[in-house]
């Protein structure tokens, strides 16, 4: 921590500076340059953190040396972390694609898309069961029965599944039949979800929330990080700004970025950011070549009757098309399909 004080600040503000940071068990390093005096600190930044020090008369300004999230960072750790989903690696050197129905509405529709993705290269069946609507009056998923859906198509087709938890009281049942549990972009800041699953053990899909800040994000991972859970994936599915010619906006400068900053595999959703089918491969592409470690699509046989984000999902000869495509981006960025 590094703390820039006033111009002209007193020796007796200089003075209680010092005796805060050395009260906390720290040490306080005063350096007086011809226009300002700085004071660095040595020790456990995380301490320091909690403490309002620019209320402290004569400072300006505090900089933290380090990120606040510790275990997500690529200081705490330099090499990939590579989560493993059912069998399935995501992160490192691998491109995974996860693709799925928006929502599994029965059996039949979602065994259809799971033979058909799969066919097509998906390693990750999606589906949700428990489904975050912005009206109440919308089709709100099958719960448990979709749940159990989802367990015999992935038995079907040998795909692990990711599909959402809304609540910390649906953890329990969600874990007895995915292999990996997403938090939506919506529940990002849910912190009793973000410990819950933690706690879980499981595989974690955190989605990027739609007002989200990357740092916020990581916080957020951090979270699951804390309460013991390594196995942490994220995803960029789109913020909100003033473009309205799409659902989202992709903000894919926060694939590098989180690649900069931590080692937690980042994947990018392009279908909730899109909101509209014919943009979603030119989308899924970009990701690829900005590195991401994978994409998540929706999919669906019969968009017009789907339940949920119709005019987002791909039909399964659209998909397998952009597989073709994704296939030799990532072979050119260095990564395996
Ligand atoms: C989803 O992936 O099913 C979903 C609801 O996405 P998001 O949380 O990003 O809106
Ligand atoms: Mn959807």
């Known amino acids: 921590m590094i703390i820039i004080c006033k111009p002209n600040i007193s020796e007796g503000a200089l003075q209680h500076i010092v005796d805060r940071i050395v ?14 005096t700085v004071v660095g600190v040595i020790g456990e930044e995380d301490q320091l953190r909690s403490m309002p020090l620019e209320a402290i008369e004569g400072v300006e300004q505090v900089m933290p040396v ?28 691998h491109f995974t694609v996860i693709a799925g129905p928006c929502v599994v509405e029965s059996e039949e529709q979602t065994l259809a898309v799971a033979r058909a993705v799969q066919e097509a290269g998906a390693r990750i069946l999606r589906g949700g069961a428990f489904k975050p609507r912005t009206s109440p009056y919308s089709f709100q998923g099958l719960g448990e029965e ?16 990711v599909t959402e938890v809304m609540d910390t009281r649906q953890v329990e049942v969600v874990t007895r039949y995915a292999q990996m549990l997403q938090v939506g972009a919506r529940n990002m800041q849910n912190f009793n979800l973000l410990s819950e699953v933690g706690r879980s053990g499981m595989p974690v899909l955190l989605k990027r929330g739609s007002s989200g800040t990357v740092r916020e994000l990581l916080m957020s991972a951090e979270y699951i990080l804390a309460a013991g859970n390594a196995r942490v994936v994220l995803c960029e599915r789109g913020i909100r700004t003033f473009e309205d010619s799409v659902r989202f906006t992709l903000d894919l400068s926060c694939v590098p970025t989180v690649l900069r900053e931590s080692h937690l595999p980042i994947i990018v959703d392009p279908s909730h950011a899109a909101g509209r089918w014919d943009l979603v491969p030119a989308l899924a592409r970009g990701a690829a070549a900005m590195g991401a470690h994978g994409v998540m699509v929706e999919v669906h046989c019969c968009p017009e009757e789907a339940r949920c984000d119709g005019p987002q999902q791909l039909l399964p000869r659209r998909f397998a098309e952009m597989m073709g495509a994704l296939r030799a981006i990532a072979r050119a960025v260095g990564k395996t399909m």
């Not at 005063?30 to 226009?35: A, C, K, M, Y």
């Not at 059912?86 to 050197?93: I, P, R």
């Open 66 to 93: 380090l990120a606040p999230y510790k275990r997500a960072s690529r200081e705490f750790q330099p090499v990939d972390t590579i989560v493993d989903v059912g069998g399935v690696a995501v992160g490192g050197s």
């Open 146 to 161: 979709g749940l159990k859906i989802l367990a015999r198509c992935s038995a079907e087709t040998g795909l692990p599944i």
């Open 23 to 36: 009260e906390m068990g720290l040490v306080p390093n005063v350096s007086r340059g011809v226009h300002r």
